[in-house]
């Protein structure tokens, strides 16, 4: 089956207590407003929000069978921090508090990490990890990705807690991942595969280091977070001004250029507007971004985040990237994930778990998702979620 590593579809009810009306929020809010009527369709309490709002019948395929109840750790944590932006601090801590219940109760391990993904929905004790169940096996299944942990969520979830007053979840997290992760410069990419025993992914990503550095920093880890940027400044092409993806396994450089670790360098602090600048011109296709040079049409994440970037340094070109991300919020309130059906990313989800099987490819499809409605929502507020 086809996997990325990132539905929902309950209607739209009241807001729960604690937050505030949709006529009181700023006019750049139509995603904040969004996010919260998905919140308040959930029990009350410590909640983690659906990444994807899945087909469902005969529209549906692969992807949207597996995604159907996975909330990403990235998405919910950036969903925690766009809600921080717009004063909806109590609708972020039912997040918060959501993750620090699924670290703490872990149905496998106690050393302070978090997985990929768990089911959307309440939090329960332990937590639940998400699944489907697969008609040709007649079985209920698994997906690797999503049962295990890569060091960028964790960061975006160091960043929540902190940024939340909750430093006890945040140092656990941070403690696993330098007793575990931590490479001769900056951090491997976590581990991958099916509980009892995961594998060790020993590349090293431009992106989740630049995540590290802003999560170390914000808890006030100022030697972890030089260990992060050592790595990221080394990804650093002085003559393109462009960051390399990161570092394969053996050692070799990943020269791909990818959205992410081009721009968000610079969000972070790690790298200057040129850098960000040359990474949005060479990933531009129309009136947005792809994800890399392997994407021929636009990645809406990406093309909110660089409109925040554009924003940043005063480029009138965030007005054009705005506009294609209000014409693709879906019926839902969510912007989409793609504007065409598929986007390629040229990546892969993971290694092959066994001899002579494929690596599975890492796509991204058009369906209404948590993470470009959270980016557009930052970019519309200016609110920078990696600045120092």
Request: aromatic share 10%; glycine share 10%; net charge positive.
């Amino acid at each position: 089956m086809n996997l990325t590593r990132r539905g929902f579809a309950a209607g739209l009810v009241m807001l729960a207590p604690g937050t505030a009306p949709a006529a009181s929020l700023p006019a750049t809010s139509p995603f904040i407003t969004a996010v919260l009527r998905r919140m308040a369709a959930l029990p009350d309490g410590p909640v983690l929000l659906n990444s994807y709002l899945v087909e469902h019948g005969a529209g549906a395929g692969d992807f949207d069978l597996t995604q159907a109840n996975a909330a990403y750790v990235y998405d919910n944590a950036l969903a925690g921090l766009m809600l921080l932006a717009a004063g909806q601090r109590a609708a972020a801590a039912r997040i918060g508090q959501a993750l620090a219940l699924a670290q703490a109760h872990d149905r496998k391990f106690s050393d302070g990490r978090l997985r990929n993904a768990y089911a959307a929905g309440a939090m329960t004790i332990p937590a639940k990890l998400p699944g489907f169940w697969d008609m040709k096996a007649g079985r209920w299944a698994e997906d690797p990705y999503q049962l295990g942990t890569d060091t960028g969520p964790m960061a975006w979830a160091i960043l929540l807690w902190t940024a939340l007053g909750m430093p006890a979840p945040a140092n656990t997290a941070a403690d696993f991942l330098t007793t575990r992760l931590r490479a001769p410069r900056g951090y491997y990419g976590g581990f991958y595969g099916f509980d009892p025993a995961q594998q060790m992914l020993r590349w090293q990503s431009t992106e989740q280091n630049t995540d590290l550095v802003a999560a170390f920093r914000a808890l006030g880890r100022p030697q972890d977070a030089a260990h992060a940027a050592a790595f990221v400044q080394a990804m650093h092409q002085p003559g393109t001004q462009r960051f390399n993806a990161g570092l394969a396994p053996d050692g070799a450089v990943n020269p791909m250029l990818a959205a992410d670790a081009g721009i968000w360098p610079y969000l972070a602090g790690l790298g200057d507007a040129a850098s960000a600048l040359a990474a949005i011109t060479a990933l531009r296709r129309g009136d947005g971004i792809g994800f890399s040079a392997a994407s021929t049409g636009i990645w809406l994440e990406g093309t909110a985040f660089a409109s925040l970037a554009l924003r940043k340094m005063g480029n009138r070109l965030a007005e054009t990237f705005t506009a294609t991300l209000h014409r693709n919020i879906s019926p839902q309130g969510y912007v989409y994930a793609t504007v065409a059906p598929m986007l390629a990313t040229g990546l892969t989800i993971g290694p092959a778990l066994q001899p002579g099987q494929p690596e599975q490819s890492f796509n991204y499809y058009r369906r209404p998702a948590l993470s470009p409605t959270c980016w557009a929502g930052l970019a519309a507020l200016g609110a920078n979620p990696l600045s120092a």
